[in-house]
Each structure stands twice: as C-alpha cells, then as structure tokens.
Nanobody
Framework: EVQLVESGGGSVQAGSSLTLSCTAS????????MAWLRQAPGERREGVSC??????????YYKDSVKGRFTISRDNAKNTVYLQMNSLKPEDTAVYYC????????????????????WGEGTPVTVSS
C-alpha cells in the first residue's frame, strides 16, 4: 500500500517557522520527484515546491511567493521529504499536501502541470497576524 504521511503543521504567528515532514512507503522513493502543494480556503490547489528524483536534473522549484523563505529537502535513506518554512505570512495559510510525481516529471513544470502519482492527506498550516 502506498502511503504518504505528513506531519509538522500547526498554528503560528506571522514571522514564525515550521518544518513539514512527509514519510513515504509502498514505492521506490528515490525514483520520484517529490512536491509540496497547498490549498487555501476557497482557492485552487497550487504547487509550492518540488525536488528532483535521484536520476533527475537535480533542480528544485519554488513558487515565486515562497522563494527565499521555504527550503525543500529530502532524505532518501529515510524516505522523507521536508519543507522548511521560514518568515511565514498569513497568505501561507493552507492545507499542505505532500505528493510523489509521475516518473520522469520535471520540477520546473509544476506551475503548469502537477503530474503527481500519489498524494498525502494534507496537514494544515495557519499563520495569524
């Protein structure tokens, strides 16, 4: 059974930091690009960040509004992907989803095509002012 289990969400004040974690099982983690997407109330789901697979181009993607504040990383030995979120803003409030990409997915295409194969259930992040 494929599982993506997120943790680390919560309610924080603007300017605070959170680290999201996503632990995967049931597929070969290192073969897949991994992404974080989010959905705010009443809004469409949007791509936040993506990190390449082991045989990918080694690139990462960040939505413009989170560049310089968020950092994506992965530990293939632990089948875990992380999203370090600093300087959080109220507009970052959303449910954050971890997802494993289709084979061959390029992170730079995330703004145009999500291309995800497996999804986690999401973890909520609330940032108050």
């Amino acid at each position: 059974e494929v599982q993506l289990v997120e943790s680390g969400g919560g309610s924080v004040q603007a300017g605070s930091s959170l680290t999201l974690s996503c632990t995967a099982s049931g597929f070969t983690f290192a073969d897949r690009a991994m992404a974080w997407l989010r959905q705010a109330p009443g809004e469409r789901r949007e791509g936040v960040s993506c990190i390449s697979s082991s045989d990918g181009d080694g690139d990462t993607y960040y939505k413009d509004s989170v560049k310089g504040r968020f950092t994506i990383s992965r530990d293939n030995a632990k089948n875990t992907v992380y999203l370090q979120m600093n300087s959080l803003k109220p507009e970052d409030t959303a449910v954050y989803y971890c997802a494993a990409a289709l084979r061959g997915f390029l992170c730079r295409t995330l703004p145009y095509y999500h291309g995800m194969d497996y999804w986690g259930e999401g973890t909520p992040v609330t940032v108050s002012s």
